[in-house]
Structure formats: structure tokens, C-alpha cells
């Protein structure tokens, strides 16, 4: 069966500091993968996501995330981290809409 | 656009009352999610929407849960009668297209404490 893991529940990095949050994935076949954030009381935005080709995929505010078939992982990188990048970060994997599983989440916090 | 629009924003009700919980997507969107986030199981999906037709419910936990979209500005997700191990957060999320892996767009959810 599809999981998704991070095993990091809560990171915390200073202000402009670079970041990088881990994804590690088991699935039967090639996935789809996500990166979402979601703010404290929003629902959760896409940041990212994988389907094929380039196997680094750039998306909003600045994050970009790598595939790495080799190493089931799937995680995403910030260079310079900005206050407003406080929040929790879903990673999700998923073949179809209904065996799409999110991961536990993690938590960052960004110190001034 | 105002986004997805969740209401209500939270809700604590007693055991065994009814809760119903609505959701207006996007305009033009043309699919529509529910989802259900707790600390124990994350984040999983109820039941999925594709133009006001219910497509598969089957993360729908039991009887007790039914959703409905009677046209493609509403949905509602109704718990009767609710017991404390509903509390969770609601999320509604829509996408412009049918396929799941368009970008689906998440309302703020609602928050809900059965007592």
C-alpha cells in the first residue's frame, strides 16, 4: 500500500536561512507528488507538484522540490526562508484522486 | 474571486444532534472535495464531486455521513447524529477540471467539537 512519510515533525530555522523539509515515499509505481502549506486556520495551497520529466520542479514563493526515484524522496527546499514561510508543510503522493495519501505534516517555525 | 467558502467556521454541537456543513467552490470549478483532518488519521478524503455528481464516497466513514451538491455553487456534508469522534476539521477544496490532479483550491474548513 501507498504511504508517505516525514519524518520530521517540527523544524525550526532562522530567517534567511536556507531550508529543507524531507519526503520519503512507498508506491507500486511511478506517483504523483505534492507539496501543500497550509497557514494556521487556512486550508492547505499547493505549493508544487510532480508528475514526470524534469525531475526538479520549481513552484510558488520560492520553493522548489526534487524526485529522486532512487531514494523514494520527494523534498522540498527553500534557499532564504521568510518569516511568512511559518506554517505546516504536507507532503502527498497518490496515483489516482482516491489513493492519494497525505503525510503527518511538518511544522516550521522561523526565529527572527 | 472570494475562494472556497466554508461555513460555519466552527461548530460545537452535542452528541447525537445533526451537523451540516456547506461549502460554495469556486465559480466554474467543476469539482468538488471533502476532506477530513485530525491529528490521529491526517488528512482523507471523504467523498469526491465531478459536475454535482457524487464520483466516489467511499472514504465516507459510515452511514451517518451523507454529502450533497444540488448544483455547482453548494454542497453540503451532513453528520446525523454526530458523535464525539467527528471532531475534526472539514475541509471543501474545488478544481476547475475532472482530473483529480488538477490544482484543487482549499477553503478555510470547519472546525468541529461534538460533545
Known amino acids: 500500500a501507498q504511504s508517505v512519510t516525514q519524518p520530521d515533525i517540527h523544524i525550526t530555522v532562522s530567517e534567511g536561512a536556507s531550508l529543507e523539509l524531507r519526503c520519503n515515499y512507498s508506491?507500486?509505481?511511478?506517483?504523483?507528488l505534492f507539496w501543500y502549506v497550509q497557514s494556521p486556520g487556512q486550508g492547505l495551497q499547493l505549493l508544487l507538484k510532480?508528475?514526470?520529466?524534469?525531475?526538479l520542479v520549481q513552484g510558488i514563493k520560492g520553493f522548489e522540490a526534487e524526485f529522486k526515484r532512487s531514494q523514494s524522496s520527494f523534498n522540498l527546499r527553500k534557499p532564504s526562508v521568510h518569516w511568512s514561510d511559518a506554517a505546516e508543510y504536507f507532503c502527498?503522493?497518490?496515483?489516482?484522486?482516491?489513493?492519494?495519501?497525505f503525510g503527518a505534516g511538518t511544522r516550521l517555525t522561523v526565529k527572527p | 474571486d472570494a475562494g472556497v467558502i466554508q461555513s460555519p467556521r466552527h461548530e460545537v454541537t452535542e452528541m447525537g444532534q445533526e451537523v451540516t456543513l456547506r461549502c460554495k467552490p469556486i465559480?466554474?470549478?467543476?469539482?468538488l472535495f471533502w476532506y477530513r483532518q485530525t491529528m490521529m488519521r491526517g488528512l482523507e478524503l471523504l467523498i469526491y464531486?465531478?459536475?454535482?455528481?457524487?464520483?466516489?464516497d467511499s472514504g465516507m466513514p459510515e452511514d451517518r455521513f451523507s454529502a450533497k451538491m444540488p448544483n455547482a455553487s453548494f454542497s453540503t456534508l451532513k453528520i446525523q447524529p454526530s458523535e464525539p469522534r467527528d471532531s475534526a476539521v472539514y475541509f471543501c477544496?474545488?478544481?476547475?477540471?475532472?482530473?483529480?490532479?488538477?490544482?484543487?483550491?482549499f477553503g478555510p474548513g470547519t472546525r468541529l467539537t461534538v460533545l
Open positions: 465559480s466554474g470549478h467543476n469539482s
Open positions: 477544496a474545488s478544481s476547475f477540471t475532472g482530473v483529480w490532479t488538477d490544482t484543487q483550491y
Open positions: 502527498a503522493v497518490g496515483g489516482t484522486y482516491n489513493d492519494m495519501r
Open positions: 508506491y507500486g509505481a511511478t506517483p504523483y
Open positions: 510532480y508528475f514526470s520529466g524534469d525531475t
Open positions: 464531486f465531478n459536475n454535482n455528481v457524487p464520483i466516489d
